[in-house]
């Protein structure tokens, strides 16, 4: 220790690496593994096929309800202008209804 502290030491150590052939080695035949792999391979794609295809399905439904939404939205408001139109005139003619009648009493 130097003034109350603890000296640490580092070393490199080095290992020996060691020489990989380049040729690998199967325990089993190629075909035999191809044989095994591509099944899986083949359902994999058609697994990922299929979700991809449910996935768009459910895109298209968000996308045609949003829509729906949308258009039910500027209906609603279309609709309450129009109602409120029809409101305004009918009262407007009740007003002049009693203002006629006053005018025929006079």
């Not at 089993?28 to 794609?45: C, E, F, G, K």
């Not at 003619?93 to 006079?106: K, Y």
Request: glycine letters at 2%; a negative charge.
């Amino acid at each position: 220790t130097k003034e109350g502290r603890l000296t640490v030491e580092r070393e490199m150590v080095r290992t020996p690496t060691p020489d990989f052939s380049p040729v690998l080695l199967f325990e089993q035949d190629p075909v035999q593994i191809l044989d095994a792999l591509l099944p899986l391979y083949l359902n994999s794609q058609i697994l990922r096929a299929l979700q991809e295809s449910l996935a768009s399905e459910l895109a298209n439904r968000m996308n045609a309800m949003s829509n729906a939404s949308d258009n039910a939205k500027e209906l609603k408001r279309s609709l309450s202008v129009t109602y409120n139109r029809q409101r305004q005139a009918k009262i407007t003619g009740e007003i002049l209804e009693i203002v006629a009648g006053a005018n025929a009493l006079d």
